[in-house]
Nanobody, 115 residues
Framework: QVQLVESGGGLVQPGGSLRLSCAASRDIFSIIYMGWYRQAPGKERELVARSTSAGSTYYADSVKGRFTISRDNAKNTVYLQMNSLKFEDTAVYYC?????????WGQGTQVTVSS
């Protein structure tokens, strides 16, 4: 079992930055896949960024160059640094972990980009 707790969401103006955090209830060193999904109103949940335990990363085209995913194994925490935020980044952001082929989700944190 892995419990995931997100934090760091909020209201930000276009062009601003936020950093999301996802704290896991157990060590993340052994969790192969951890990442962030988001779901905007009326849209399907989509993968934003993913990190593997080997250090590789994946980003959706829409966030490449603006978002950065990182892991802090000592703190059992995964981060999503979001820069140059746009209106279309508004969504609920969910932390995700896949351990031993079992998916785990956080409760979500709202990110709203508005002027």
């Amino acid at each position: 079992q892995v419990q995931l707790v997100e934090s760091g969401g909020g209201l930000v103006q276009p062009g601003g930055s936020l950093r999301l955090s996802c704290a896991a209830s157990r060590d993340i060193f052994s969790i192969i896949y951890m990442g962030w999904y988001r779901q905007a109103p009326g849209k399907e949940r989509e993968l934003v960024a993913r990190s593997t335990s080997a250090g590789s990363t994946y980003y959706a085209d829409s966030v490449k160059g603006r978002f950065t995913i990182s892991r802090d194994n000592a703190k059992n925490t995964v981060y999503l640094q979001m820069n140059s935020l746009k209106f279309e980044d508004t969504a609920v952001y969910y932390c995700y972990a896949n351990r031993l082929a079992v998916p785990y989700w956080g409760q979500g944190t709202q990110v709203t980009v508005s002027s």
